[in-house]
């Protein structure tokens, strides 16, 4: 089942157009990447799905569960079930994570219980190797950039959502953290093997351990080229602006 | 030694501490006049946390005996009409040794409002270290977009920060009763 459909989408921040004319169909249970240059548009095009009132969708729509969202809010559409596991988490000073899961939890579920809740918290973090401590802290307070990255995906563990984006969750996490994140990613579409994954990332680093179904290579805001991992390997053997070349080679020759 | 202080009224007070001591002030509204002794060998650490939606005036003086030290502590949301005016001297005399003073005050202004804080550090010792700094400004959007891509509206999410800003992760039943309603 088609779980999100993005349509002709264009995305613009401050008049200047980042994203032109970009189409990218999520079904269910799929895994995406997105590959590209620093400024190719990656992180616009999660920002603009999110919902981020900085950059504006000037062009196209967003489809999720076939409604039309791009319209609506940032925290309508987490609601709805999608969850971006961000890049750069902030510190969010004097709120701690578990108590901003109990309260989100809690606002949606109609029978919350706590003890419940507080068990598979905890669980959840010994698996990711996070301290009990951490998550009675301010969150992201005093955390080193792979243990903002485990808290992201603590979250969604609990929030369980349906689609989840993953804005370079690899950048600044080490391979054993890497991995531990990546298991516990497995072990969560096997639970809920419908939620499909969309990953953007510059590295190949995390496909060993997450095969993705699609990959697309971004350059200027338009996805150039879409293919399966041997995309990958072309990009690793190649470098993104040999490989971009190459693509818009054939593209002129066909 | 800690003692809280939950301050509706305007207060003027002279204190003496002569044992390491915290003092937690928590207020609404109320003109501060506070004048502290330190005495000899004596750490103070000192947080006055407000929620300001009338303009205020603060005055704390601290005077300083030989190796005491200082740290104060201010963190102010102001919404509505709140505006703060604070100054906060530290005094040492030329006779004095071995003190420490620490200031650092975080304005949160949920409102258009100038504040203003004077950290006066009247040091006539060569023998002291003081440092102070001083942080205005509004709701951070990051942190705001943060909370709601967990699925928080705008609204939770500003509360969250707020009651997150003076209370902390974790605050007990009696600090929150006293800021419930403005928050």
Known sequence: ?254 | MIKNYYINEDLISDLKIDENTELNFYTKNSDLKININVESGVKLVCHIISLLTQPVNYEININHDHDSESDIRLKIITKENGKLNAIINDAVDSHIKGVVINQQSKILAVNQVKSMVKPNLLINSIDAMASHGVSIGNINSDSLYYLMTKGLTREQARIKLIQGFILGPVYDKETYDFFVKEI
Do not use: W
Not at chain 1, 151 to 160: D, H, P
Not at chain 1, 184 to 202: F, Q
Not at chain 1, 214 to 225: A, D, F, Q, S
């Open chain 1, 1 to 254: 089942m088609e779980l999100l459909r993005i349509n002709n989408l264009k995305v613009q921040v401050l008049k200047k157009i980042i994203i032109n004319d970009l189409s990218l169909t999520i079904n269910e249970g799929e895994v995406h990447v997105i590959m590209g240059r620093n400024g190719s548009g990656k992180s616009t095009l999660v920002n603009a799905l999110m919902g981020n009132e900085v950059y504006q969708v000037s062009g196209g729509n967003i489809n999720f569960l076939k409604k039309d969202i791009t319209g609506f809010n940032t925290d309508e559409r987490a609601r709805m079930g999608i969850y971006l596991a961000m890049q750069n988490p902030p510190v969010i000073d004097g709120l701690s994570t578990a108590e901003l899961l109990r309260n989100n939890l809690s606002s949606r579920t109609e029978h919350f219980k706590l003890f419940n809740f507080i068990k598979e918290l905890e669980t959840t973090a010994t698996s990711l190797g996070i301290n009990n401590e951490m998550l009675h802290r301010s969150i992201n307070d005093g955390f080193s950039g792979g243990e903002r990255k485990k808290n992201e995906i603590l979250q969604l563990e609990l929030l369980k959502p349906k689609l989840i984006i993953l804005d370079e969750i690899d950048s600044g996490v080490d391979i054993d953290s890497l991995k531990l994140i990546a298991e516990v990613l497995i072990n969560y579409r096997l639970e809920n093997p419908e939620t499909a994954i969309l990953m953007i990332t510059h590295h190949a680093n995390f496909f060993k351990y997450l095969e993705p179904n699609y990959v697309h290579i971004m350059n200027n805001g338009e996805l150039v080229k879409s293919g399966g991992v041997e995309l990958v390997h072309q990009v690793e053997k190649q470098g993104f602006e040999k490989t971009i070349n190459c693509l818009m080679k054939d593209m002129v020759n066909d």
